[in-house]
């Protein structure tokens, strides 16, 4: 038997002992305020725990991932998509394909129910869940040649099964990119300031796109360096059209916005990509790596208090303005990609298993990326913490709850228990340039005013409206990046879909059909967002649970997919790796689509509330929040079409289960009826450390290869 | 203490070149010399071309999550 080192045993025992410092500090600690580093704690100590004995435990010994076995990159060599890179530069990689908008939103909307039951799933649910879940996907992936998740589903479930993951996915794609530009109109919306820099990096991203096609192909750094100079001097330049007479060209109401991002996502996505989509990305890319690092050190350093409390009342009733719905199981809903994040296998079973040089590289790269996701989540809910509470409600609560005046909405907020007088609330918009941070929800601008507290911590205070305009622009860079590649994306599967019935439509590059499907794409998404911009119930407080149960939705497609893997590649033993995340995945799910289908609560339940607007209707009452008539007609619609997508995207899941669990038992049973599509063993001529730091071996090996090659070498 | 320096730079420089695949070109050029050593290879500005060309072809090359 392995015996282990006392040096090890130290360590490791003083790391598990400031993870439970931390723990207990946040669990128990009532009544005062606690500092953001017990958070940290918690997080990171659990973080190196759990990769350093459960990430490892499924590598060896259930994945038993195999040094020796070449990966598709270094089989399929084709020096373009296929080339064995660089663990680190792919660690690089895979964490910016799936850092997004969505591990930053979250949890800012799960603080209304205290830090703490956020803190947890984030932790947990990242540690148990989510880095399996990715870092299995990758594996079965990479065994694949870097099959997608669809291709896997079908292949290893079968047509009925792939087809609803399928469908699933396309429909989860739309809601992510309605979702996604409502974060963004309702942090522009009447924001010169705002607007005027998200709207230059338009020109920057072509000036970049023209650079790297015509100037100098393919010059990256040089080219990302220039635009980034832009992109900040355009965040100042911000400031002095905002105190301009050109403030009223860029004061723009919600619904000129909508149509806006819907026709930039239009013209955007049947551009060729090397105009704006390429060069957006580098942007994105570079600003998101740079912002998180940023605000890593900056929460290191200025270790705030957390303001919020533990545990709110919200949470224990179910009643909270920022989402309807009790704690379970609608804060595993909110907080969708810090912990558990469907869209992740998306990636996993994307590029990154095409490029990853040694099977053993998997743990890091795929685990190790989603821990540091997790990360990004946990910074996410500090800077949400620690802003004032009685400001975070003003400033998440949909208006029709609160009024559109200081006076009104500091009058509802105190009576929530929760004391700003009207002072401090124009007093915090004044602080950041804005006219009025009431009802600005959507997670981004309370992210925002957090991140700008913890900089101008560093900072100084002077720079608070800078860094606020600063971190708007890092977010709105993303998402709008996203729409362009998601629609995309979305065309992709749709042209895909269509080419079934009419065959041209196969054809990526018909021009017709790719205008026709592009449109159809937007159009969809555009829907969702229309109806998120209007809807008097609040957009972000209707929508989110939905975007949130899709991107569940999915991680129980991936995770169905990987158990029935696991089950049919004789690991049925293990099995509960990700059969207990997928259990525990669909019970939260279902029951929040249940709920959102079923429930009698108005709030909650989609039929419910149309029923009583309805009856309103037929009464001939206006119910609040409605205003009008209007109002009424438009709650009924919206409340219709939610609840019927809540309801087929959880019925597309139950039968993605139902058909995998179909597929696990026969094959208990038979095993000879069920077939495996993994290729073939071929031997690794590759010699690669397996984690970030190489151990001795690894380096002894390193050289033993170098000398070899040497002699054998002309 | 200059060669700790220059090699903090160089690796920095190796890190972004490869992140961004400004590298791209060299190794595929890397590449066809050494596994297809007849064919022909392409200058920078058409291999760039081609890359966005994959990339137009099927979007989900290099997509980016929530």
């Known amino acids: 038997m392995r015996t282990a080192n006392v040096r090890t045993i130290v360590v490791w025992t003083l790391v598990a002992l400031v993870a439970a410092a931390g723990w207990s500090v946040l669990a128990l600690a ?114 694949r040649d870097g099959r997608s998740l669809g291709q896997m589903a079908r292949e290893e479930i079968g047509p009925f099964g792939g087809a609803a993951a399928l469908l699933a996915t396309f429909a989860i794609m739309i809601i992510l990119l309605g979702v996604l530009a409502l974060v963004i109109v309702n942090a522009l919306a009447s924001s010169p300031w705002g607007t005027f820099s998200i709207g230059m990096t338009i020109p920057i991203a072509l000036l970049m796109g023209f ?69 957006r990305d580098y942007l994105s890319t570079f600003m998101k790596i740079g912002t998180i690092a940023l605000l890593a050190i900056g929460v290191i350093v200025a270790l705030p208090d957390l303001k919020m409390p533990a545990v709110t009342d919200f949470a224990k009733h179910g009643n909270g303005p920022v989402f309807a719905g009790s704690l379970f199981p609608f804060v595993f809903i909110t907080i969708a990609c810090g912990a558990l994040s469907g869209f992740h296998s998306l990636i996993s079973s994307g590029t990154t298993p095409k490029m990853i040089q040694k099977e053993t590289q998997i743990r890091m790269i795929g685990y190790g990326s989603m821990l540091m996701e997790s990360s990004v989540a946990i910074m996410a809910l500090v800077a949400a913490s620690i802003i004032d509470p009685g400001l975070y409600f003003a400033m998440n609560a949909p208006a029709g709850a609160i009024g559109t005046t200081v006076q009104n909405a500091s009058q509802v907020v105190t009576s929530w228990g929760y004391h700003i007088s009207p002072a401090d609330l124009a007093q915090a918009a004044k602080n950041v340039d804005e006219a009025s941070l009431l009802s600005r929800t959507g997670g981004a601008p309370t992210l925002a005013v957090g991140v700008s507290e913890i900089f101008a911590k560093v900072t100084g205070g002077s720079l608070r409206a800078f860094w606020y305009h600063f971190a708007i622009m890092f ?89 029935t893997l696991l089950v049919k590649s004789g690991r049925l033993k293990w099995a509960w790796i990700t059969g ?135 | 203490m200059w060669s700790v320096l220059r090699r903090a730079t160089s690796g920095v420089r190796w890190y972004v070149r490869e992140l961004t695949d400004e590298s791209a070109y060299e190794r595929y050029v890397a590449h066809v010399c050494r596994d297809h050593p007849d064919a022909e290879v392409p200058d920078r500005r058409a291999f760039e071309r081609m890359r966005t060309e994959r990339q137009e072809a099927d979007p989900r090359q290099g997509f980016r999550c929530c």
Request: net charge positive; with cysteine.
């Open chain 1, 475 to 563: 977010e709105a860079l993303f998402i709008l990046t996203a729409l362009d590649a998601g629609t995309r994306v979305g065309r992709f599967m749709l042209q895909d879909m269509l080419g079934n019935v009419y065959r041209p439509f196969r054809n990526v590059s018909w021009k017709p059909g790719l205008a026709l499907t592009s449109a159809l794409v937007c159009a969809l998404w555009g829907y969702f967002l229309w109806v998120g911009v209007h809807e008097p119930l609040g957009g972000i407080n209707q929508l989110f649970p939905i975007f949130g149960i899709s991107n569940q939705l999915l991680a129980a497609v991936a995770l169905a997919v990987c158990t």
């Open chain 1, 211 to 279: 650079y790297l096609r015509v100037l100098r192909p393919g010059r990256v750094s040089e080219v990302s360096l220039i635009g980034v100079a832009l992109l900040l001097l355009a965040l100042v330049a911000g400031r002095w059209v905002a105190e301009s007479s050109w403030a009223d060209t860029f004061t723009l109401a919600p619904s000129t916005l909508v149509i806006w991002l819907v026709a930039y996502g239009f013209i955007a996505s049947i551009l060729p990509v090397w105009t704006l989509l390429a060069p």
């Open chain 1, 30 to 143: 009532r009544g005062e305020n606690v500092s953001a580093a017990w958070m940290v704690a918690a997080a990171l100590g659990s973080y190196a725990i759990a990769y350093r004995f459960y990430s490892k435990f499924i590598a060896y010994k259930v994945l038993k991932v195999d040094a020796t076995r070449a990966t598709p990159a270094e089989r399929l060599d084709n020096g373009i998509d296929y080339h064995p890179t660089d663990r680190r530069v792919l660690l690089g990689h895979h964490f910016a394909a799936i850092a997004g908008a969505g591990p930053l939103v979250g949890p800012v909307l799960a603080a209304q129910m205290g830090y703490l039951p956020g803190t947890i799933w984030i932790i947990v649910g990242v540690i148990f869940a989510g880095a399996v879940q990715d870092m299995v996907v990758l594996f079965f992936s990479t065994r």
């Open chain 1, 580 to 714: 207990i995340p997928l259990a525990w995945d669909a019970t939260v799910t279902l029951t929040a689509s249940w709920q959102k289908v079923f429930s009698s609560d108005p709030k909650v339940g989609f039929f419910k509330q149309r029923s009583v607007f309805q009856d309103a209707i037929d009464a001939g009452k206006v119910l609040p929040p409605a205003k009008n008539m209007d109002d009424m007609h438009t709650v009924v619609t919206n409340s219709t079409v939610d609840g019927v997508l809540s309801a087929i995207l959880a019925v597309l899941v139950v039968v993605v289960i139902a058909d995998a669990l179909r597929v696990c038992v026969r094959h208990v049973r038979r095993p000879a009826l069920s077939t495996l599509s993994e290729t073939p063993y071929v031997e690794s001529k590759i010699v690669a450390p397996a984690g970030l730091i190489p151990t001795r071996k690894e380096k002894e090996e390193a050289r033993a290869r170098d000398v070899v090659g040497a002699q054998a070498g002309d």
